[in-house]
């Protein structure tokens, strides 16, 4: 337990910050979290929370009542071909079965919002852009901020600011930060009438699309492309989409005829290729992207970052420990989810054809090879035992 008079300040309200706020004002500190936009509101789409994410917020009794929000992944769907062919089939069952707990997929807000609630009142202060002036001695002067309205000192700055962390910057300013990963993204979340379908990911030559339907009846469908850094659409980028991806297998048309313009996000893509040298320097550690910016094609950006707070949260007093634990694994995957973006990012005619034949071939000799990628990833416990919400369980929905 931390002394009570213990305050930490945690840069960012995202979820990997807000999960650390949870955690350490669980664990006794006196926490603040700094948000620099207007509101918690995410800017964003759903998130896909694995197995270990749901562990993690176990450890904060939030694990069970997500379980109850979100729509398990996996039933009936797989990985199709652009004219609709199935090269794999998935179960949501057998992902449970492996791993310990379902794979499920819940609007960003429905997290933020479970998280805000487990602070105190007065907690979270947005509008709030924080700027380090001094990390801080761990034997001696506590970091210490400022924002445009007032000056913080700490004894932990957890630096959750994101993958353009100016506190990453300001820490290791020699590093050379983060690199484009050759593609861009595309996310909608919308209602579609009348649609019916298998979740499915769809890959193509240098694009991918992912369709899947959200508990409360929308659906959640992102696209990828490789494409130069910094473009957008010459009119929007739903008729971007729709030259992309129009003539596609159903139901991408019906989505592509469901959303409006202002309904869809497009971000490029960057990761650190050069993993940092620790995730903590004096009082502050690094959390989430501002840590191990990753690509998204293992769907494990936010949960590693769930990750990273909760073993923060029980290293707080020792971040050389924290380091110890978290920078070769967010590392391994790093390099894990690069190494999957070349493949389903392929944009060689031949390549991807021998990709398809190959895939199609090793699942049905292997209806689990594609589970086997997420083996030592999906699969991870917290250090902490469940303060709350205890078992993790694999029960039906």
């Avoid at 002067?141 to 700055?157: S, Y």
């Avoid at 936010?302 to 923060?312: F, I, S, T």
């Avoid at 990709?355 to 999906?378: C, H, N, Q, Y």
């Amino acid at each position: 337990m931390a002394q009570a008079s213990a305050r930490a300040v945690v840069v960012g309200g995202g979820i990997g910050g807000l999960t650390a706020a949870v955690a350490l004002h669980q664990s006794g500190w006196r926490v603040t979290v700094l948000e620099r936009a207007p509101s918690l509101e995410p800017v964003g789409a759903a998130i896909s929370l694995s197995p270990n994410a749901l562990r993690a917020l176990d450890v904060i009794g939030l694990g069970d009542e997500i379980r109850g929000l979100a729509a398990w992944q996996g039933g009936g769907g797989g990985v199709r071909t652009p004219r609709g062919r199935w090269l794999s089939r998935s179960s949501a069952d057998t992902v449970a079965e492996r791993f310990g707990g379902p794979l499920v997929l819940l609007h960003r807000a429905t997290l933020i919002d479970g998280l805000a609630a487990r602070l105190p009142e007065g907690a979270v202060r947005t509008a709030a852009a924080a700027t380090l002036d001094d990390p801080g001695d761990p034997a001696g002067r506590p970091a210490r901020l400022r924002t445009p309205d007032a000056e913080w000192e700490a004894d932990l700055v957890v630096a959750a600011d994101g993958i353009h962390s100016a506190v990453r910057r300001t820490l290791f300013p020699g590093h050379p930060g983060t690199v484009y990963s050759g593609f861009t993204t595309w996310r909608v979340v919308i209602p579609v009438p009348g649609a019916a379908f298998a979740p499915h990911e769809t890959w193509g030559r240098g694009q991918i699309w992912g369709t899947h339907p959200l508990k409360d009846g929308r659906v959640y469908a992102y696209a990828a492309a490789v494409t130069p850094a910094g473009g957008h659409a010459p009119d929007d980028e739903r008729a971007e989409l729709v030259r992309r991806f129009g003539d596609w297998h159903d139901p991408i048309p019906a989505v592509l005829a469901a959303a409006r313009p202002e309904d869809v996000l497009r971000h490029d893509v960057h990761h650190i290729a050069e993993p940092l040298p620790a995730f903590h320097r004096g009082r502050v550690a690094l959390l989430g992207d501002a840590a191990h910016a990753m690509p998204p094609t293992l769907g494990q950006g936010g949960n590693q970052a769930v990750e990273d707070a909760v073993v923060l949260a029980c290293h707080a007093r020792d971040l050389p420990a924290y380091t110890a634990a978290r920078l070769p694994r967010t590392t391994a995957i790093t390099r894990q989810a690069v190494k999957v973006a070349r493949l389903n990012m392929m944009s060689n005619h031949a390549g991807t054809a021998v990709r398809d034949t190959v895939i199609a071939a090793l699942s049905k000799a292997a209806p689990t090879l594609f589970l086997r990628g997420f083996d030592g990833i999906a699969d991870w416990r917290p250090p902490q035992r469940p303060y709350a919400a205890g078992k993790a369980g694999t029960g039906k929905r």
